[in-house]
């Protein structure tokens, strides 16, 4: 079924809703809410469908801002009645794991909290840190996120001390490994000296760490390295009980002892204001604190509801080795007994879910409690910045409301070579890194020797808002990929460009366009031959110079990226017979044009597409002397 883009939502048909509504049974289920572009835009599960349906489209019905901005949207509901509760659940984690629909994001990306990602996918996986959580394979898995990403760096660093790991994300040499397999570090992944079995069974130890089972993994070395001993195989057992003096070495500094009994358990708790959660949830195993992560999330929920919620996107992508077998909560949980069931029926062994009040766990709770409080302090100290920001920003500019989404745009090149363009977002005066976009200027006229920034900004607010033009049906108003205020990074010259091309699309009464001049740290409006007075120094110019100077940043790394693929590519052009496609499969294959330059004629042969003719000419060309 395809839905025209021209349907109304259907708050505004009262009749199409009433009717869609009573269709609903009162069975539980999963509910699907769709745009008028036949999207899925969220997924919710239920006990009985129709009531909880009915309630995002009632009056006094009380809605966060982000539920209230996808109720306008929906234009089609759908449904999948389930036996029981607990089989709606996990069929709404999957369903949303397929999906992503954009309003089912509860936790938000905070950038400031790491996680350890291990690339399953991959034959011989990586153990990397990241800021950013991507599950594009779904193989691959992300442990996190840690409040403390010093220690963590030290743990990874420690484990790869312990463990004989990959230690380069990118070979050294071509034919040989490095320094790191002479010393033990490596087992020689590079040059595939271990087997990707063997190897996987290495970092499936260094991922117990990271799932808060370090006494487990401590206990099976004993028993391996006791095997080994018994097997008079004593260059192996001196190897594992290295390994693990290292792992008790690694729970002196990773792990603060708790009273209390060798259950395996998490704690969660929050502390909120009107706009925001921060939620902490400690996982304590063997008596032990392994690990303390983050999350926020928005706080028009009952807070029963938020840490409901947070655990079960927690636990969809963990292990069942990973679910302890009891959860300690600070306030009891709408459905907590249809996620224990759940729990417990992937875990295989009972799990429980209390909110105790008194004693030990009770002291627990508020431990954890006090430290959510820390993090909302940090957070609204970091929010009141960025609020005055925004204000300032809104009187100078005279907007009627405060800039939700602010977009910045700049042009980075070297005299018109590889000329690109970058597109950053902030949303509330932060950056939002999953809306950043670069683009590569297309404009014939821009050349090496003949730059024009006007022409390459024009081209990219085209490229841009083309489809806003093409159709005026795409709503503006609560559409969260509508700006609020667009800022072009130049002066005069520059905006009227942009201006010029907004005029073309019949957009510029809709968009609310300035720039920024670098000198003097100008603000210009359209039509103004003068900037606005302003003093560099106060809230609103400074915002507007974190997010030009950002939007510089992102445009001259990509820019480098470019210019450095093409200085690899240049020397390869002079090669009669190899075009742009051949050159992009020799460089992934030989990583570089040093390592080409060092290859045989059969090594070259061995690229797919590149016969033994063409392998002769390139390693001639390369060895003029031996021809």
């Keep these: ?86 089989e709606a659940l996990a069929l709404e984690a999957n369903l949303i794991k397929q999906h992503q629909p954009y309003f089912n994001v509860l ?94 069974q290495t970092v499936q130890k260094v991922a117990m760490v990271f799932q808060g089972r370090t006494q ?85 929920a009952e807070p029963g509801a938020i840490l409901q919620r947070v655990l079960e996107e927690h636990y969809q992508t963990a292990d069942s080795v990973e679910i302890p077998a009891e959860i300690l909560v600070q306030h009891d949980l709408p459905d907590g007994e249809i996620l224990a069931a759940a729990l417990t029926q992937r875990k295989g062994r009972k799990v429980t879910i209390l909110a105790p009040q008194r004693q030990t766990k009770a002291e627990l709770i508020e431990m954890v409690e006090r430290n959510a409080q820390y993090e909302l302090q940090r957070m609204q100290k970091l929010g009141d910045r960025n609020h005055q920001a925004l204000q300032d920003l809104a009187t100078i500019l005279d907007l009627p409301d405060l800039p939700h989404r602010i977009e910045g745009y700049d042009i980075s090149h070297i005299q018109g070579s ?19 976009r670069h683009y590569k200027i297309k404009n014939p006229t821009v050349t090496t020797g003949h730059s024009d920034d006007f022409a390459s900004l024009a081209e990219v607010i085209q490229r841009r808002f083309r489809k806003y033009a093409e159709d005026s049906q795409l709503p503006r108003v609560d559409n969260p990929d509508w700006p609020d205020l667009i800022m072009i990074d130049g002066g ?50 400074q915002l507007l110079r974190r997010l030009r100077d950002e939007a510089h940043r992102f445009a001259v790394s990509f820019h480098r990226q470019q210019r450095s693929d093409q200085l690899k590519r240049s020397r390869l052009d002079e090669i009669p017979g190899l075009g742009h496609h051949r050159q992009k499969q020799l460089l992934a294959y030989f990583r570089s044009v040093d390592y080409l330059r060092q290859a045989t004629p059969a090594q070259i042969a061995e690229v797919p597409g590149i016969g033994a003719k063409l392998a002769q000419t390139i390693y001639d060309y390369f060895h003029p002397s031996d021809s």
Excluded at 177 to 185: E, F, S, T, V
């Design 492 to 541: 005069k010259g520059q905006l009227s460009a942009v201006v010029a091309v907004l005029q073309e699309m019949n957009l510029l009464e809709e968009l609310r366009v300035v720039s920024l001049a670098k000198r003097r740290e100008e603000i210009f409006l359209p039509g103004e031959s003068t900037p606005l007075a302003t003093d560099s120094e106060q809230p609103g110019v």
């Design 107 to 200: 936790l938000k990306d905070d950038k400031k909290y790491p996680y350890v990602c291990i690339t399953w996918s991959e034959d011989y996986p990586r153990i990397f840190i990241t800021r950013k959580r991507q599950l594009g394979k779904e193989k691959d898995k992300y442990y996190g996120p840690y409040t403390d990403s010093g220690l963590l760096r030290g743990i990874l660093h420690l484990s790869k001390r312990i463990f004989a790991l990959r230690q380069r994300p990118q070979p050294l040499f071509k034919d040989r490994p490095c320094l790191n397999y002479d010393l033990g570090r490596c087992p020689g992944v590079c040059q595939q000296l271990i087997s990707p079995t063997e190897y996987r």
């Design 1 to 86: 079924m395809t839905i025209s883009a021209q349907i109304l939502p259907l708050y505004k048909e009262p009749e199409r809703l009433e009717t869609r509504l009573a269709e609903i049974p009162a069975e539980p289920g999963v509910y699907f809410m769709r745009d008028g572009s036949d999207r899925i835009i969220y997924i919710g599960k239920s006990r009985k469908l129709r009531s909880r349906v009915r309630s995002y489209f009632r009056d006094g019905y009380n809605k966060t801002e982000r539920i209230a901005t996808m109720v306008k949207q929906v234009t089609e509901i759908e449904f999948i009645v389930t036996d029981t509760e607990a």
């Design 418 to 436: 590889n000329a690109v363009a970058s597109q950053v977002v902030f949303i509330d005066g932060i950056p939002a890194k999953q809306h950043y």
């Design 216 to 300: 487990e993994l401590i206990e099976i070395l004993t028993e391996q390295m006791h095997k080994a001993a018994e097997s008079l195989n004593f260059e192996s057992a001196a190897r594992i009980r290295d390994q693990i003096g290292g792992l008790n070495s690694l729970n002196a500094q990773q792990k603060v002892s708790l009273p209390d009994d060798t259950i395996s358990r998490d704690a969660i708790a929050l502390a909120a204001d009107t706009q925001h959660a921060c939620i902490q949830l400690f996982q304590i195993r063997a008596g032990q604190l392994v690990g303390r992560l983050a999350f926020v999330a928005e706080s028009q």
